[in-house]
Antibody, heavy 121, light 111 residues
Framework: EVQLVDSGGGLVQPGGSLKLSCAAS????????MHWVRQASGKGLEWVGH??????????AYAASVRGRFTISRDDSEKTAYLQMNSLKTEDTGVYYC????????????WGQGTMVTVSS | QSVLTQPPSASGTPGQRVTISCSGS????????VTWYQQLPGAAPKLLIY???RRPSGVPDRFSGSKSGTSASLAISGLQSEDEADYYC????????????FGGGTKLTVL
């Protein structure tokens, strides 16, 4: 079965750190561009960042709101993508989804179930 | 404030046809393809339309997409109660600040 499973969310204090994981199965993970998208409670979707495949030099890009604080990485041998979040702010609170960008369609075709991150003192 | 503009809400009765708009600019919709996502309550988003007007396997043909200039639309015909959800448009943006942009979402209510 083709799926992504998000994990690692939880409660963290402002200024703290958290690392999310996205485990893939059912497709060739090593060739996929993996993205993170977040959603604050009752709000819309916000693109967070992405990491491309080895063939594209594992290039990364980030939204301005998280640049310099968040880092996306991947372990192709474990078929897992990661989102390391540092210097967390209350406005980073929300559900974080990993998703695969299907290049041929230029679309996010597979989504994880999401993991909740709460930044609060 | 989302880069792509959608109406916050839409509604219709069962069997009706509903259209949701998505307005962007020359750096996103005007240059690149549009995708649409459906998010049922408490669930992750699901791809509904790609390349402006293509449906993935399994998406009913009641859903259709179109694009003209810097705007796009999602149409749902033969509205059903299970279509009640949030709908988001998205596109690649050529500006460096945010490669991928989403609309603010439209909450569709089936009356």
């Amino acid at each position: 079965e083709v799926q992504l499973v998000d994990s690692g969310g939880g409660l963290v204090q402002p200024g703290g750190s958290l690392k999310l994981s996205c485990a893939a199965s059912g497709f060739t993970f090593s060739g996929a561009a993996m993205h993170w998208v977040r959603q604050a409670s009752g709000k819309g979707l916000e693109w967070v960042g992405h990491i491309r495949s080895k063939a594209n030099n594992y290039a990364t890009a980030y939204a301005a709101s998280v640049r310099g604080r968040f880092t996306i990485s991947r372990d192709d041998s474990e078929k897992t993508a990661y989102l390391q979040m540092n210097s967390l702010k209350t406005e980073d609170t929300g559900v974080y989804y990993c998703t695969r960008l299907w290049i041929g369609w230029s679309a996010f075709d597979i989504w994880g179930q999401g993991t909740m991150v709460t930044v609060s003192s | 404030q989302s880069v792509l503009t959608q109406p916050p809400s839409a509604s219709g009765t069962p069997g009706q046809r509903v259209t949701i708009s998505c307005s962007g600019s020359s750096s996103n919709i005007g240059t690149n393809t549009v995708t649409w996502y459906q998010q049922l309550p408490g669930a992750a988003p699901k791809l509904l339309i790609y390349n402006n007007d293509r449906r993935p396997s399994g998406v009913p043909d009641r859903f259709s997409g179109s694009k003209s200039g810097t705007s796009a639309s999602l149409a749902i015909s033969g509205l059903q109660s299970e279509d009640e959800a949030d709908y988001y448009c998205a596109a690649w943006d050529d500006s460096l600040s945010a490669p991928w942009v989403f609309g603010g979402g439209t909450k569709l209510t089936v009356l």
